[in-house]
């Protein structure tokens, strides 16, 4: 007896004989069943997760990065170019002398256990000292000398090497600038100046002194001199207080001011009424002209002209023109 089971999993029913001698049993030719598409689940929403935002990033620009202003660079090549370092011509043994100018600034370096001593001018008072550091440097003055000798002495010195400041020192006769560096061990043991303007003026004083001393003239004899001549016209600060001659000169004397204003130019009046300007030397307060005349002027101005008139008198008597 033969049994066919019906194998439901597979698309087709396949006929399986029982029995060894069994002949096979062909498979019988069954409608496919419709196959399910599988149900999908829907999705359950997932709650969405906040997201954390990333702040912009931000270029942060150090200073030591920024470029400096044109008006900063200016003054610090301005600065460079005024400071005046310590030079070998410059040293008289251990002392720096420095010649001294107005807005220069004078380089001066120091160091830790040593005093460096910057010497004012023989004379010179000290009115203040103004110092950029005053916690990390020793600053102090003293005196040496009397009378016009005199000197006042600013004395400096640093807690520590690789420091650096400035002073300002003020004087009744000027002001200086310094910049301060601190060595290791390297310092300058003494700084001064010389003043080339101070000298300049003094021998301005001896030339002015030895003018003023010496003879507008020489030759004069004082019974040749003719006083008579008239000033007249107007009376500015230079009018002048009086003019002689001695018969081949004539000398025209002026107040002391005539050296602190413009000096008036002179003209030559002749009988016409026409003038010319006439060559004069000015010695002191003195014009000294080459030459006789009767009537002269002293003219100065523009919109208001002042004229001094000097005639010479009939009662001078007649004299020799040259």
């Known amino acids: ?13 396949l006929a399986v004989s029982i029995g060894a001698d069994s002949p096979s049993v062909p498979l019988l030719p069954h409608a496919p069943r419709p196959t399910m598409a599988p149900a999908v689940r829907p999705a359950t929403p997932v709650a969405a997760l906040p997201v954390a935002s990333t702040p912009p990033r931000r270029t942060r620009h150090h200073p030591r990065h920024r470029h400096p202003s044109r008006a900063v660079a200016e003054v610090a090549s301005a600065n460079r170019a005024a400071t005046l370092a310590p030079g070998t011509q410059g040293f008289v043994n251990a002392e720096q002398v420095f010649p001294f100018a107005s807005g220069i600034v ?30 990390r440097w020793v600053i102090g003055d003293t005196t040496s000398g009397a009378g016009a000798d005199k000197r006042t002495h600013i004395l400096v010195k640093p807690f520590a090497a690789g420091l650096a400041t400035n002073l300002v020192i003020t004087t009744d006769r000027r002001t200086y600038h310094v910049a301060l560096t601190s060595t290791a061990a390297t310092a300058m043991a003494a700084v001064s100046w010389t003043y080339p303007q101070d000298a300049l003026i003094a ?17 004069l004899e004082v019974d040749q001199l003719g006083f ?3 000033i007249t016209g107007d009376k500015p600060a230079w009018r002048p207080l009086r003019a002689f001659d ?6 025209i004397e002026f107040p002391p001011t005539l050296s602190v204003g413009e000096a008036p130019p002179l003209f030559l009046v002749d009988r016409q009424g026409d003038v010319q300007l006439v060559n004069y030397r000015l010695r002191g307060r003195y014009y000294v002209i080459d ?3 009767d009537v002269a002027e002293l003219r100065l101005g523009t919109k208001h002209r002042d004229v001094v008139r000097i005639e010479r008198l009939p009662s001078a008597g007649p004299r020799r023109h040259s």
Do not use: H, N
Not at 110 to 135: F, H, M, Y
Not at 203 to 219: D, F, R, S, V
């Open 1 to 13: 007896m033969k049994f066919i089971y019906a194998l439901p999993a597979l698309p087709a029913i």
């Open 203 to 219: 021998l301005k004083q001896a030339e002015t002194q030895a003018a003023a001393a010496a003879p507008i003239a020489t030759g």
């Open 291 to 293: 030459r006789l005349f």
């Open 228 to 230: 008579d001549y008239a």
């Open 106 to 135: 004078f380089q001066v370096y120091t160091a830790p256990g040593r005093v460096t001593d910057i010497a004012l001018q023989a004379g010179e008072q000290l009115v203040a000292v103004a110092s950029g550091d005053t916690v």
């Open 246 to 251: 001695d018969g081949r000169q004539t000398f």
